[in-house]
């Protein structure tokens, strides 16, 4: 398939502030009013956004976005729950897993406008 994954700057074009959304994702976790996809979903795209100026070579920085991102594709891959036009197991994120984010994010985002 040829749809390639959105850039982070569209991905996260409409995304709240990184602490605000810390803070939601944090308070929806704790009330248990977030759905656990969802979680996964959001906690990936956040530290994906926390990390895109980072050294792609710092293993400090980037062992844990890469962990949080496998996480939310192991539950997608587990629950049949990718959004996007290209499945959770498309060679295409082999090499770009933070692509895989930003594709579900995206349209999460498309689905969940914010006041």
Do not use: F
């Not at 290209?86 to 895989?100: E, F, I, S």
């Amino acid at each position: 398939m040829s749809t390639l994954p959105p850039s982070p700057e569209t991905a996260y074009l409409n995304a709240p502030h990184v602490q605000q959304e810390t803070e939601e994702i944090l308070r929806l976790r704790r009330s248990g009013r977030i759905s656990d996809r969802d979680w996964l979903l959001r906690h990936a795209a956040l530290t994906d956004q926390q990390t895109l100026n980072a050294d792609p070579s710092d293993g400090k920085v980037q062992t844990p976005v890469q962990v949080t991102i496998a996480k939310l594709m192991t539950y997608d891959a587990a629950n049949g729950t990718t959004s996007g036009p290209r499945a959770v197991d498309d060679p295409t994120w082999a090499a770009d897993p933070r692509g895989y984010v930003r594709q579900e994010y995206a349209i999460w985002a498309e689905r969940n406008v914010r006041p």
